[in-house]
Every structure is written in C-alpha cells, then in structure tokens.
C-alpha cells in the first residue's frame, strides 16, 4: 500500500499551503514545479494578483510562477481534496510583546474544517516550544472531529527565508523537520526533500524543532543586543565602533556582529515568544529580555544623539529640518514589517524636528497606514542633517557630495547607522553608531 509520499509524488495527492506571504508562496511555488499545490490566502485581493503572476511582497519574479501546477484561492472549499498541508501564516507580537496568536489559530480552524482522515498537518510559522501541540492540534481535533495521531498526523518544519536574499531560498537551505511520531517524521523528511536540495536535519520531536527555530533569532538577537551596548559606551569614550570592530575582528574566532536597528518580522519578534514561554514556565529569561530592552531602544537613541548633535552646531531643534534615507527594516527589500526607522521618525518628532523620509523600495500609502507618515522626495538645501537609516544598494554609492548638497548649510549632520559611510565622508559631520 501507497503511503502519502507515494501518492503526492504521483500526483494522486496535493500539497496545500495556508498563507501566502513571504514565506508560504515561496514554498508553494518551489513545490508546484514538483506535485500539484492549492495556495491558499484569506486576502482575495493578494490571490488575484498571484493568479495575475505578480507576487504581492514584491520578492519573486513573473517567470517563478512559470510551469507550475498550482491553483491559487480564498476559497477554504478548495482546499477540500488536499492530503498534506503546510501552515505558513504570520505570528505576530501584540502592543505589549506578546505572542498575538490569532493568524495561527484562524488557519488552524481553516485546515481543521477541511481535515481528512490520513491527511498531514505541518505547521512552519515560528512559535513557543508547545504552541504546535498544544494550541493548535486541539483545534485541529475540535473542528475536525478526528483524533490526533491516530486519524491525522503533525509536524513542525520551522521557515528559514530570508526575505531579499536571493541565495538562501527555500530549495537551497537545510530543513528541519519533525513528525508526532516516527512514521510522520519519515513521511514529512521525504516531502521537503521533493524541493529541498540539501536535504533535512530530523528533530527528534516536534517541541525541539520550534525550540531551534526560535533560538536561531534569539541568537542573533542578543549578539546585535551587545554590539549595541558596546556602540553607546564607545560613543561616550570618542571612539568609533566599527573601527573597534575591524581590530577585534582580526582575531580568528572573533564574532562578526555589528550595531544597527533590529526590525522586521523574525529577530525583533521571536525573542518574544520564547520569554513567554518562560514567564509560563515562572523563569524570568534575564539576557534574552536585557537583549530585547537595548535593541527596541536603539531608534529612541539614534534620534536623540542626532538631536544633540544639531543643537552642538548651535541651531534650534524644534524646526530643524531632517531627511531619513530607508524605511523598510532591512537593505533592498519593500518589508515594512517592525521597522525601527519608525522609532527613530517618532522619536525625532517628539523633539519638534521636522522629519522627511525617503525610500526607493516602499509604497508611501503603505508606510502611511502603518506608522502614520509617507514619503517625500529629496531635496537640495534643505536639511540640517540627513540619517542614513537603511543600506539600500541606491545610498551607499553616493559621494558625500551629494548629501552635502542636501544639506542648508555646512553645519550639516550626517548620521550614518551602519558604518557604511566611514572614512568617506570629511566636510559633514559624521556620527554612526
């Protein structure tokens, strides 16, 4: 007898993805090249552009939606004869940094509406040690009426996409994958490694695969976390950071992290689950949330040092006039997500600073409805300092003469966050961190 492998390879069965956002369309795509896939998305909009061709995040080309066999909808009756589903929704954190869970539990009773006996449910949204059993199978088992492992099986296959990376895709990265049980863990391995070219790293339950994935963020998270404390105690000293770095970085197991603004959707959001999980557990994560306080604080002070560094050229801060250069959270993408640009623009407006903003990649609406401001185009003689706040391929060629003619006079600031700008830039004055 077939088993689900068998029959998706042969085409007998289908692969449905729940969400199609930055990490779902991808995974999606990757495997109608492959086997026959329904992408689901409860956006009606965002599935008419994709069966359009046109990807709503703005990360794949026309031709990736080329040769594939898969039927994008909105409608949950169509994912009625899908065997294997993979849940890729977004897991958000609340005003108050906790997990917001409600994107999860929404496709949780959307797949549990439509579960078969046999089926499969994998679940790549990143989320607390437990949340998979513990959160979303009871779902699965109260909507469905059937009974976990017995009648459908789970697993946990953590996403590690890394949006604008055009190297690390879903085919080119390792996957972790884990099963309830051995037969599911087996059966799981075998269906990522249709696309996944190099293959999979078997968890040994599905509890320590969403442990990996969420400490793989909090890592980096804490590391940036250090680089930045090291960046305010050596602006204090009169020295540059980065040129610190460079000097320690020449030792053979030195760690290359660097100071910057810790955004998006992934290492400014995980941490967060994994210290609920340990105020559940009553452990209060000391460093994990240390490392959160310093980089959530990063914009305040960017903006605060930038006001500073106007008032030491004797100019009145309430009116002065500032460009921010990049929204997005990172270089080269259109992901607004977590932006702590919009820290910095807040905070700047706090102290009556008049405030532009910049960025190549975003929609102004977009930005608008997110964090309450949009864009303006740059202008000659205008401002008394410009921050250049994300690396976009389009800022970081750019002589300094080119900013200097941004600025109203030669008491001009430039703030360069990342560093880039270090050595360049000889009549402006120069921060970073």
Not at 120 to 134: A, I, K, Q, R
Not at 234 to 258: D, H, Q, S
Not at 304 to 311: D, F, G, R, S
Not at 350 to 363: I, K, L
């Amino acid at each position: 007898m077939s088993n689900l492998f068998d029959k998706i390879v042969n085409k007998e069965a289908k692969i449905g993805v729940i969400g199609l956002g930055y990490v779902g369309l991808p995974i999606a795509l990757a495997f109608a090249k492959k086997v026959p896939v329904v992408g689901f998305d409860i956006n009606q909009e965002r599935v008419d552009m994709m069966n359009r061709g046109v990807d709503p995040s703005d990360e794949l080309e026309a031709s990736d939606f080329e040769n594939s066999d898969i039927v994008f909808t909105a409608k949950t009756e169509d994912l009625s004869d899908v065997n294997f589903f993979i849940v890729a929704v977004p897991t958000p954190i609340d005003e108050y940094n906790k997990p917001d869970l409600r994107p999860l539990i929404g496709a949780s009773k959307t797949v549990g509406s439509v579960l078969k006996k046999g089926d499969y449910v994998v679940f790549e949204s990143t989320v607390y040690p437990g949340c998979t059993e513990d959160d979303c199978v009871p779902i699965l088992e109260e909507v469905s009426g059937l009974k976990y492992v017995d009648d459908f099986k789970v697993g946990y296959s953590p996403e590690r996409i890394n949006p604008g990376d055009k190297e690390h895709t879903i085919t080119k990265i390792l996957k972790v994958v884990s099963g309830c049980d051995d037969e599911s863990l087996e059966i799981i391995a075998d269906v990522y490694k249709i696309i996944v070219e190099p293959g999979v790293h078997k968890a040994s339950n599905i509890k320590v695969a969403e442990a990996a994935k969420i400490i793989e963020n909090t890592q980096r998270d804490v590391n940036i976390a250090l680089m930045n404390e090291l960046s305010i105690i050596f602006n204090r000293i009169g020295i540059n950071t980065f040129e610190v770095l460079e000097a320690a970085g020449t030792k053979w197991n030195f760690l290359k992290f660097f100071p910057g603004l810790v955004g998006g959707h992934c290492i400014g959001v995980d941490p967060y689950y994994l210290t609920y999980k340990a105020e559940k557990l009553g452990y209060h994560a000391r460093i994990i949330n240390s490392g959160r306080y310093v980089n959530d604080s990063m914009g305040n002070y960017v903006a605060k040092t930038t006001v500073k560094k106007i008032l030491a050229q004797g100019k009145n801060v309430a009116g002065a006039k500032v460009l921010v250069m990049g929204a997005t959270f990172k270089e080269n993408v259109s992901d607004i997500r977590n932006s702590k640009v919009a820290d910095v623009v807040k905070e700047l407006r706090s102290f009556m600073v008049d405030v532009e903003v910049a960025d190549p990649y975003v929609d102004s609406a977009e930005l608008e409805e997110e964090y309450g401001f949009g864009l303006s185009e740059i202008k000659d003689g205008a401002y008394d300092a410009v921050i250049v706040a994300v690396n976009h391929d389009e800022y970081v060629n750019m002589p300094e003469a080119t900013f200097r003619k941004m600025m109203t006079d030669s008491k001009g600031i430039f703030v360069d966050v990342k560093g880039t700008f270090r050595g360049k830039i000889n009549e402006l004055t120069y921060w970073s961190l």
